[in-house]
C-alpha cells in the first residue's frame, strides 16, 4: 500500500495551474449564481447563442461571451482559457473558441480520458494558449464558442461552468509563498500555514500532491490534486482567508491514503490582484498510526447515462478484506436524482438523494455490516437501468469519467 511518489513531481507541469514560481491574474467568466441554470449551453436547441437574452448584456452580445473585467496586459508573458467542461451529449466534438474575433483555436478532448473521448461522460479542464495580441488591455474583451452542428442523434452539447483567463506576468521570487509547517511526520489533524504573509495578501489555497481519490476528471490519482467548481477550489486540502492567523489551514489527513514522500503547496492572491505559486513542501510522511488506507480505482463504461441501461465497473482489491473496517465511495455525477441505486457487488449501497441537472460530487462513507459487501479480488459497482416515467424517457443520472473509486480503511 505504501507509494513513493519522487517521479511525480517529473510530470507536475502536465497540470500546468500550479506550477512554481507562476505569477497570474485569473479572471473568470460564469453564469449568475442563484439565477437560473449554473453552466452555459453551447450547441444544440438550447445553446447561449440559440438564447440570446439569457444572461445578461454584462456577460453576452449577441453570439459572443463577455469578460466583465478589465485586464491587466502591462508586462504579461503569456495567456491561457481553462474551461470547466462537462461533455454533456456523446458525440458532440469539435469544440473552439474564438477570443476577440480572430480565427478560432481547437479545444482539444481531454488527454487523459479514453479514446475517443466524445464517447465518455467527463467533467473536466482543459487548458489552451491564447496569444497575447489577441487579447485588449482594460475592457471589451469577448469570445464566442462553437460546436460541429453534426450529432448522431441530433443534439450535440457542451455545458461549461466556467471558463477562466489567466494572464501571466514574470516570475516573482522574492515574494513566493513558502508553507510553515515544521514537522516531517503528518498527524491525523494539523495545521498548515504560509511563513512570510505579505501586507495585503487576501487568501491562501493549499493542495495536497501525491496519491488518492481523483475528483479532476482526469482520472490520475498520483497528481497535483487542483481542480475547480464554478472557478472555485473544489476538494482541495483548503482555503483560508485567516490572514491574521497566517492563513491557517487545519489538515486532516484521518483518510489520506497510506504513502510515502508526498507533498503540499500553496498559492497566495496579493494585494495587487496577482496570484503567486509557492515551492512544493515535500518529503511528508504520515506518522504512525493503528490502521492502513488504500484508494482504488477502475475503468468506467462507456456513456454512463443511467437511461440509457445498467452498467458496471470492475474494481480489483488485493488486500485481505476480512481486515477492513470503514468503506468509502467517491463519484461525480450529473442529475443524479435520477439515479436508480448504486449497487456494490450486487447489494444497494446508496439511492438518489441530489438535486436534477446539476453537478454533484458523492462520498458516501460505510462501516459495519456494509463493508463485508467488499471481496478480495474483483469488485462490481453498478447502476440500473431509470425507469421511463408515465411512458416517457427521463434524463438518467450521468457518472462522469473516471466512474466511481473506493477508499478502503484496514484495521482500526
Known amino acids: 500500500m505504501i507509494r513513493l511518489l519522487s517521479l511525480l513531481f517529473l510530470s507536475a507541469t502536465l497540470y500546468g495551474q500550479w506550477t512554481p514560481g507562476d505569477v497570474y491574474r485569473e479572471y473568470i467568466w460564469t453564469t449568475p449564481a442563484g439565477d437560473g441554470e449554473a453552466f452555459l449551453r453551447v450547441g444544440g436547441r438550447y445553446g447561449y447563442a440559440e438564447q440570446v437574452g439569457k444572461l445578461p448584456d454584462s456577460l453576452q452580445v449577441g453570439d459572443q461571451l463577455v469578460f466583465p473585467q478589465a485586464l491587466d496586459l502591462t508586462a504579461a508573458t503569456h495567456a491561457t482559457l481553462t474551461f470547466e467542461k462537462v461533455l454533456g451529449h456523446e458525440d458532440s466534438r469539435d469544440l473552439r473558441v474564438a477570443v476577440n474575433g480572430h480565427t478560432a483555436l481547437s479545444i482539444p478532448e481531454p488527454a487523459d480520458v479514453p479514446e475517443p473521448q466524445t464517447e465518455y461522460m467527463y467533467h ?197 478484506v476480512e481486515t477492513a473496517t470503514a468503506l468509502q465511495v467517491h463519484w461525480v455525477s450529473w442529475s443524479p436524482c435520477y439515479s436508480n441505486g448504486v449497487f456494490l457487488n450486487g447489494h444497494l449501497i446508496w439511492d438518489r438523494t441530489d438535486d436534477c441537472y446539476v453537478f454533484a460530487t458523492h462520498s458516501p462513507q460505510y462501516t459495519g455490516h456494509d463493508v463485508h459487501y467488499l471481496q478480495s479480488g474483483e469488485n462490481m459497482l453498478s447502476t440500473a437501468l431509470t425507469p421511463l416515467f408515465r411512458g416517457e424517457m427521463v434524463h438518467g443520472m450521468e457518472v462522469q469519467w473516471p466512474g466511481m473509486q473506493l477508499r478502503v480503511r484496514y484495521g482500526k
Do not use: C
Open 124 to 320: 473536466t479542464d482543459v487548458t489552451v494558449e491564447v496569444p497575447l495580441a489577441q487579447l485588449h488591455a482594460g475592457h471589451d474583451n469577448r469570445f464566442a464558442l462553437t460546436l460541429d452542428t453534426a450529432q448522431r442523434w441530433g443534439w450535440p452539447q457542451n455545458l461549461f461552468y466556467a471558463v477562466i483567463l489567466r494572464v501571466h506576468y514574470p516570475s516573482d521570487t522574492v515574494s513566493m509563498p513558502v508553507i510553515d509547517y515544521p514537522d516531517q511526520m503528518v498527524p491525523s489533524s494539523s495545521y498548515l500555514y504560509i511563513k512570510d504573509v505579505r501586507a495585503g495578501d487576501e487568501l491562501a489555497d493549499y493542495v495536497f500532491i501525491g496519491h488518492d481519490v481523483d475528483w479532476s476528471g482526469r482520472g490520475v490519482q498520483d497528481r497535483i490534486h487542483w481542480q475547480t467548481h464554478r472557478g472555485e477550489p473544489l476538494q482541495i486540502i483548503g482555503r483560508s482567508t485567516a490572514r491574521s492567523t497566517r492563513f491557517a489551514q487545519r489538515w486532516n489527513t484521518e483518510w489520506l491514503p497510506t504513502q510515502e514522500g508526498f507533498a503540499v503547496q500553496a498559492r497566495v492572491l496579493g494585494a495587487d490582484g496577482k496570484y503567486r505559486v509557492g515551492p512544493p513542501l515535500r518529503n511528508l510522511t504520515l506518522a504512525p498510526r493503528p490502521y492502513t488506507v488504500a484508494v482504488y480505482g477502475g475503468e468506467a463504461p462507456r456513456n454512463w447515462v443511467t437511461r440509457s441501461g445498467a452498467f458496471e465497473q470492475s474494481i480489483q482489491i488485493d488486500e485481505d
